[in-house]
T-cell receptor, first 113, second 111 residues
Framework: GENVEQHPSTLSVQEGDSAVIKCTYS??????FPWYKQELGKGPQLIID?????GEKKDQRIAVTLNKTAKHFSLHITETQPEDSAVYFC????????????FGAGTRLFVKA | DAGITQSPRHKVTETGTPVTLRCHQT?????MYWYRQDPGHGLRLIHY???????DKGEVSDGYSVSRSKTEDFLLTLESATSSQTSVYFC??????????FGPGTRLTVT
């Protein structure tokens, strides 16, 4: 079935460094790839997304890249700050069998001050 | 925050009892979703709705049913709760079938 793999499961960086989280998806018909940030005790919050007709998208300190051939997409956070500490989820919207979005298992990011 | 509320926010129930969780939105969005979140599994889709009275199953729908009689409300029912349904449940909404916005979640414990 459809699957999204996310790595690493835990990532620890020093404040000011960059963080990269990578995901792969299995359904080649996937056409939309959102990233969510979840803080403790809260619901996931959409932080950036990319559609399959775009290779890269940036929003201030965060960027997402998509390689459709390899079925890979990545989240890049530059100049990390302690408030970036959270769990990050990637997801892929599949285009078959209805309106379903498959999520990765999550990456817990720690930013050390 | 998107106008989504979930009730109750916390619930403890016994095995075999029925449970209904409510999701209410004020955004007039067409699509509504129920997910469960468990450690190591991310978010898994239970059921979704693409309009009033229009619903479909997700990847983990066994043991759950849903109803949507009004645009603003989407109910998730566990007909006979089991310990494996202990989880955090999130409702999400979207105006298109793309960007989803999540509610604050309901923590359900089945003893």
């Amino acid at each position: 079935g459809e699957n999204v793999e996310q790595h690493p499961s835990t990532l620890s960086v020093q404040e000011g460094d960059s963080a990269v989280i990578k995901c792969t998806y299995s359904d080649s018909a996937s056409n939309y790839f959102p990233w969510y940030k979840q803080e403790l005790g809260k619901g996931p919050q959409l932080i950036i997304d990319i559609r399959s007709n775009v290779g890269e998208k940036k929003d201030q300190r965060i960027a997402v890249t998509l390689n459709k051939t390899a079925k890979h997409f990545s989240l890049h956070i530059t100049e990390t700050q302690p408030e970036d500490s959270a769990v990050y989820f990637c997801a892929a919207r599949i285009n078959t069998g209805g309106f379903k979005t498959i999520f990765g298992a999550g990456t817990r990011l720690f930013v050390k001050a | 925050d998107a106008g989504i509320t979930q009730s109750p926010r916390h619930k403890v129930t016994e095995t075999g009892t029925p449970v209904t969780l409510r999701c209410h939105q004020t955004e007039n969005h067409r699509y509504m979703y129920w997910y469960r979140q468990d450690p190591g599994h991310g978010l898994r889709l239970i059921h979704y709705s693409y309009g009033v009275k229009d619903t479909d199953k997700g990847e983990v729908s066994d043991g759950y049913s849903v109803s949507r009689s009004k645009t603003e409300d989407f109910l998730l029912t566990l007909e006979s709760a089991t310990s494996s349904q202990t989880s955090v449940y999130f409702c999400a909404i979207s105006g298109t079938s793309y960007e989803q916005y999540f509610g604050p979640g309901t923590r359900l414990t089945v003893t």
